[in-house]
Every structure is written in C-alpha cells, then in structure tokens.
C-alpha cells in the first residue's frame, strides 16, 4: 500500500472520529461509506476495519470523559448486557445476509441518523436523584447519579428513566453494530435521550464508553472470516485514536448544533449514495 492512500485513511478517520466524537457516535458511521464509496473496498473489508477503529474510538475518548465524571459507569454495564446479546446475533448474520441488504440497511441507518441531527436534541433539566423513592429498575439498580455543570460549578443530579425499553433498543443496536461496524451510537443515543432521560452530555460520554465494548464482541468473527485487512485497519484505527481524543475534548468546548447542519447534508449525501449501491448503481466508483 502506497504512503499517499495510507495518508488519506489516516485522515479520513481523524475526521471521522473527531466529528463523532462530539455528537457521541462512532466514527463507523462515516468511515464504512468512505471506504466503500471512495476508496473502492469490499464492504465487509471496510466493516471489518471499521469495527477495530470503533474501538480505538471509544478506548481514545473514553478517557477523558471518565475522568469529567460525565459516564454513568453502572448504567453502561447494565445496557450492554442487551447489547453484547445483539451484537453476538448479528454475528451469526454477517454470513447470511447478501451486500445490496447491507448497503440499503446502512443506507437506512444513515438517514436515521440525519433525521437524528436535525431535529435538536433538547437538554434534559437535571432533577433531584434523592427525591421520592420510586421503585423502578433504575432505583433498585441504582443507576440514578449527577454530573458536573462547569458553567454553574455543581453538580446536576438526574433520574435515569425506561430501562427495560432501553435495554430492547440496545439488543437492537448491538445487532446493527455488528452487521455494519458503525458502534450503534446512532441508535444509542435516542435511547438514552428518550427512553432513559439522559442529559445530552451525559448520553454521550456513556455511548462513547459503550461502543468499543460492543464492537469488540463481533470483531473477533471479522478476524476469522478474513475481513479485517490490518494494511487498512492500521491507519483508520491509528486516526480514529487521534480523532477521538480531540473529540472528547470538543465535545465540553462546542455546542453540536454549530456542525449539526453540515453533518445532515453529508449523512443525506451518503445515504443516497448508499442506497444507490445498494440497487446496483454505481455513481462514485463504489462496488456494491
């Protein structure tokens, strides 16, 4: 492989995971539709190398997101128990299911996600986490915690919400993840604001917590099936390290809605592009 393509992998997924980083979504989302519309590889290859920059992704921001107090560390392992479960379905899929369905099903995933950001993500109010004692699955499991407000300078209590709807939408985002390398983010994140009631930053800090765990759980079946091509997996995980990093620190610094225009107009772009791969129509040069 030539410097010039290792370069322009390594860039890719630099922007990639820097601008999912921000919005709590693995930089898979973007890298798999790269890879395959304009760097020409074979989808399961890109999946496959995707898939281990999801999880270099989610190693890189973690981090400093755990050390802000932001991830609610209880309410991860509990939600990726449904998620590992999905993610381990969707391996005995990926042999299965033909690639037109894989691109039309990213095509879908992708305009969800643009769907996603245009509609604002509206700031849950923090509540107080020591009120009454309801007896949901979220008080007995103790879930409920606060996060630091740096504009305030205290802590924000907040109530965890519907963790039996969450944990049927992450065994369903543990499905995706493994079928397309993306980290579910996409998915994740609605759960976490509408169901659970998360705060936005508090949502992703613990998507970006959740999604390497989940990737790893099918990156061992890309591994034996031959998918993950460590000449291109090298450079993208390299850039989505370095990607994720400046990510996580974005994320406490810029509101998401200053890009959040930018992101629609690509996500729909790629959408349309996907789903044309997806009916056999070649428009970038992509094989589907």
Known sequence: MNPTMVFWLFASAFGASALGGVLGMAS?????????LFFRIDIHVAIGASIISVI???????????????TNIRLAIVLETATTLGALTGVFLIGIVSNSFLYGL???ILALSAKQMLARRREVQGVDASGPNVKSLAT?????????????????????????????????????SALLGIGSGVLKIPAMDTALRLPIKVSSATSNFMIGVTAAASAGAYFVRGDIDIGIAGPVALGSVVGALVGARLLMRLPAEKIRISFVVFLTLLAVQMLLSALGVQFLGGSA
């Not at 898979?28 to 395959?36: E, N």
């Not at 992704?57 to 050390?67: M, V």
């Open 56 to 70: 270099a992704c989610s190693c890189g921001s973690a981090a400093p997101l755990l050390k802000r107090r932001l």
């Open 28 to 36: 898979g989302i973007f890298i798999v539709p790269i890879l395959t």
């Open 106 to 108: 990213f095509a879908f």
């Open 140 to 176: 007995v499991l103790r879930l409920h915690s606060s996060f630091p407000d740096h504009a305030s300078g205290r802590d924000v209590p907040y109530q965890v919400g519907h963790v039996p709807v969450s944990l049927a939408l992450m065994y369903g985002a543990g499905v995706i």
